[in-house]
């Protein structure tokens, strides 16, 4: 069967970019491959975390993949640093990854901001673990949003030259899977901005922990144009918040944009938006009450990644030795 490995930061914040373009998207896919989802808690200390804040966000993570309808026992959900194997392989990569290609990951660029000299190695080195991440399991196949795709293709390198480098053909090519009306919805304040958890505004962005108050404000709130809405995406040229509007309600009713701009082009933002409201509070509801459920019951979800953490690493365990063997570790 064909391996899916993916993964989301317990950065706090999870927002409807995180669901729309990832974690919706996994429950599609969980009949159809062996999956394993994971709490990338490892990723999350590349900027400094609060230790209590990490503990309490790995849970909600957790907890809004169950809530979204990932089967913690058909699938494998756990947190990275329960399994070692993610910190050794990343090292190795570390030797086989080159300087010049994580200097062109957009992704450190950003997070460093003008101040590359004060960011942890952590950051700089990210990519080389989300790597390992992947290839630790030999999966196959990467379900993630838009932003991800240059990581994976960096997975892609790292794969090929660690195969060519000790002349083994040990490593599959990664597939990303990049599907779905929403694939980089962006910020409900600037349609030239990825929603993101980092951004200060929280109007940025809507919460998977937001009530239906605060949804319906924030899609009021959202920045829009003058024009009414467009009856076509041929015409989303140059209207950035009318497409990532569109798209998202497109994503949320599983339809296409095509169909959204066929029902409301013509319309006004403001009719417009009270029909989103309405659909996103009725969407992100039921998940919500789930994901509020189950944060009340943090020994039912530590136990749900302490028994994926034990699946994690029996599959992990015979493709690290493999692994260590071809890098000629003594021992391994
Ligand atoms: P992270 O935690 O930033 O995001 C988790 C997932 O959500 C997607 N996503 C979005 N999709 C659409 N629109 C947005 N505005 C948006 N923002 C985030 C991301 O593409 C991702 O799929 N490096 C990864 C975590 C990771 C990982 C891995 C992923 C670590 N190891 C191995 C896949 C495989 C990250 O920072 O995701």
């Not at 999870?14 to 373009?21: A, D, E, Q, R, V």
């Not at 630790?136 to 196949?141: N, R, V």
Request: some cysteine.
């Amino acid at each position: 069967m064909k391996r899916i490995f993916s993964g989301v930061q317990p950065t706090g914040n999870l927002h409807l970019g995180n669901y729309l373009g990832a974690i919706r998207n996994w429950v599609r896919l969980q009949d159809d491959y062996d999956c394993i989802f994971c709490v990338v808690d490892m990723h999350a200390i590349t900027v400094r975390q609060k230790p209590e804040e990490l503990t309490a966000n790995t849970r909600e993570v957790a907890a809004a993949m169950i809530a979204s309808g990932v089967d913690p026992k058909k699938n494998i959900i756990f947190n990275q640093s329960q399994v070692s194997g993610h910190a050794e392989l990343a090292w190795i990569f570390n030797c086989v990854a080159r300087l010049g290609w994580l200097s062109r990951m957009t992704q450190f660029k950003e997070k460093a901001g003008k101040d590359k000299e004060n960011a942890s190695v952590g950051l700089f080195a990210y990519p080389n673990l989300m790597a390992a991440d992947i290839l630790l399991y030999k999966a196959t196949h990467v379900p993630v949003g838009e932003d991800q795709k240059q990581h994976l293709e960096l997975t892609r390198d790292i794969a090929q030259k660690f195969n060519s480098d000790f002349g083994v053909d040990l490593f599959p090519m990664v597939e990303p899977l990049i599907f779905g009306a929403a694939t980089r919805v962006m910020s409900l304040k600037n349609g030239a901005a990825k929603m993101s958890k980092s951004d200060p505004s929280d109007n940025s962005r809507i919460g998977m922990t937001d009530d239906s108050g605060a949804i319906a404000r924030k899609i009021r709130k959202a920045k829009t144009d003058p024009h009414p809405l467009p009856a076509s995406p041929k015409e989303f040229d140059g209207r950035p918040e009318a497409a990532n509007l569109m798209g998202i309600y497109a994503s949320l009713a599983d339809s296409t944009v095509e169909d959204v701009c066929a029902r409301f082009g013509g319309e006004q933002f403001s009719t417009f938006k009270q029909h989103l409201a309405d659909l996103a509070v009725a969407k992100l509801g039921p998940v919500q009450e789930e994901m509020r459920r189950l944060m009340g019951d943090p020994a039912y979800v530590d136990g749900v990644l302490g028994d994926g953490a034990a699946r994690a690493r029996e599959i992990a365990r015979p493709i690290l030795k493999e692994i260590q063997e071809a890098v000629g570790f003594l021992g391994a």
